[in-house]
C-alpha cells in the first residue's frame, strides 16, 4: 500500500510505501489523518540539510499535532521494529514528544540516521519523488527551529491501496501492545 502527498508548486509529490504489518499504529494513524483531510494545508516547519525534512502538525506551529487514538493525551506507543531501521534517504518515521509520545507528526529522512533508531517509529519508505525530496533538502531556512523560508505545505493526499478496510486492526493493535 501506498500514499502520495502532493505538495505545493514548485514542489510536485513524494510517495511512500507504507509498513501496517511491522507498525500497525503508526500505519493506521497516518492513513486515517491522511484520509480524515488533516494533513491537507499543513507546512513542513523543520529542514534540516542532510538530517531531514518534519511537518504534520495541523496546528502549523511545529508544536501541535494529536494521534487518532483515544488515549488521554491522544497518543500512541513507539513501535520499533528491528527489521526498520533509519538507515538510508527517505524513510518516513514518526516524530515524536518523547518515548510513547506519537502523535500527527512524521518526518522523512535525507540520509541514513542510525541515531534515531529505536526511539523513533519507522512505518514507511519512499519510493518515488527523489527529484522533489532533492529539492526540499536544497530550500533555505531561518529563523528557530530550521523553519523553512518558503512554505513547504501539502495541498492534498492520495491514498492508493487503503487497507484499513481490509486489515484486522484489532488484531494487529494486540499483536503490537504485545510485543511492547
Known amino acids: 500500500m501506498s500514499v502520495t502527498l502532493h505538495l505545493n508548486e514548485p514542489f510536485g509529490d513524494l510517495k511512500f510505501e507504507l509498513y501496517p504489518k511491522e507498525a500497525p499504529l503508526a500505519t493506521r494513524n497516518f492513513l486515517s489523518l491522511c484520509a480524515q483531510g488533516t494533513y491537507n494545508n499543513t507546512l513542513f516547519h523543520r529542514n534540516i540539510r542532510g538530517f531531514l525534512l518534519q511537518g504534520g502538525d495541523p496546528t502549523n506551529t511545529g508544536k501541535g499535532g494529536a494521534s ?85 505545505k501539502v495541498v492534498g493526499v492520495t491514498i492508493h491501496a487503503n487497507p484499513i478496510a481490509e486489515m484486522d486492526w484489532e488484531e494487529e493493535e494486540e499483536r503490537a501492545n504485545q510485543d511492547k
Open 68 to 152: 487518532i487514538y483515544p488515549t488521554p493525551d491522544h497518543y500512541f506507543h513507539d513501535e520499533i521494529h528491528p527489521d526498520l531501521k533509519h538507515d538510508k534517504r527517505g524513510v518516513l518515521s514518526m516524530a515524536n514528544s518523547g518515548k510513547d509520545k506519537n502523535g500527527s507528526q512524521f518526518f522523512i529522512t535525507y540520509a541514513k540516521q542510525g541515531a534515531l533508531d529505536g526511539k523513533y517509529t519507522v512505518f514507511g519508505q519512499m519510493i518515488d519523488g527523489h527529484e522533489t525530496l532533492d529539492k526540499l533538502e536544497k530550500e533555505p531556512v531561518g529563523g528557530k527551529g530550521n523553519r523553512p523560508l518558503n512554505e513547504i
